[in-house]
């Protein structure tokens, strides 16, 4: 063996022995328990007694099960308004941030934070506060327009909508990464435009809105995994029920009823699976159709 093929086997060595807690803890922590939900999702499982083969029982439920398929219902409901709403508001923020305002930072520091704690607990009690009959909401309707809201959060044809709006202000992540994408584009290009005639809202969309493309389809692959897996407004706002009559029930949420609360395991396993086979084919056709609308800049 040669010099160089010796010390670069104690490279790799090294690097090996740096990598191997991420790599442990991938095979005990992630992959291993991926492998046993896959195969729980085939049996019949309670928790309280061994597993029992069942074939492909649970997956065929789905299809009969109504609260199944109304919680698939009401999380692509979701996704379709969430998704847009929180994205288009991210960018709206980030252009009016990219103008060069003072104490860029301190704005940049508040806006962000809602998505540090969007995910917590008390976030989504003071939302279920804010949307409820005695709420702020409520309050400023009835003292500036005399109008008697109904409670946001108890009334099915709005319940879903709060939750939306709680997911359009968590635009932070969104926004910091659209505002660097923004002042990665050339100051040229806006200059060329103008001189071509092109006035701001034209410059927007021949010019900001193509160079953007890439932190767009970013921005809207990430959002979208992390719509089809909320969990805690749904959870916290309905009290665990997804009430009412079901409007809020989140995919996440029945999936945790069944494991936690009905105690089938196994259905929940596959109710798992499902949906991660829904998120890699929503994936899947976002990259399929991203050849048509998202442009790099090393393209010809």
């Known amino acids: 063996m040669s010099k160089t093929q010796n010390i670069s086997k104690k ?46 029982e649970n997956y065929a439920k789905l299809g009969s099960d109504p609260r199944y398929l109304t919680s698939l219902k009401v999380t692509l409901n979701y996704v379709l308004f969430s998704v847009p709403l929180k994205l288009g508001f991210a960018l709206f923020i980030a252009l009016i941030l990219n103008r060069g305002l003072r104490g860029l930072g301190f704005y940049r520091s508040v806006f962000y934070l809602p998505s540090l704690l969007g995910g917590s607990v008390a976030v989504a009690l003071m939302w279920r506060q804010i949307f409820s009959y005695d709420g ?69 969309f021949y010019v900001t809105v193509p160079l ?60 798992a699976w499902v949906l991660v086979a829904i998120i890699g084919l929503a994936t899947m056709v976002s990259f399929l159709s991203a050849k048509y609308w998202v442009h790099y800049g090393d393209e010809g």
């Open 11 to 56: 490279q790799n060595g090294v690097a090996f022995l740096f990598l191997s807690p991420w790599i442990v803890g991938f095979l005990v922590f992630t992959l291993g328990p991926m492998l046993g939900s896959l195969y729980l999702s085939f049996t019949d499982y309670d928790l309280f007694s061994a597993p029992t083969w069942a074939g492909l």
């Open 136 to 204: 702020i909401i409520n309050q400023f309707l009835w003292s500036w327009f005399g109008y008697d809201a109904p409670s946001w959060i108890t009334n099915p044809d709005y319940a879903l909508s709060t939750l939306v709006l709680l997911a359009a202000w968590q635009f932070g992540a969104p926004m910091v990464i659209f505002l660097a994408g923004l002042k990665q584009i050339p100051q040229d290009m806006y200059d060329a435009a103008a001189i071509d005639g092109a006035r701001p809202v034209q410059q927007f």
């Open 212 to 271: 953007l493309t890439p932190i767009i389809f970013f921005n809207f692959v990430m959002q979208t995994i992390g719509a089809f897996q909320a969990f805690t407004p749904s959870y916290i706002i309905s009290d665990g029920t997804g009430g009412p009559a079901d409007s809020t029930l989140f995919y996440t949420l029945y999936l945790y009823e069944q494991a936690f609360t009905n105690f089938e395991m196994g259905y929940a396993s596959a109710i």
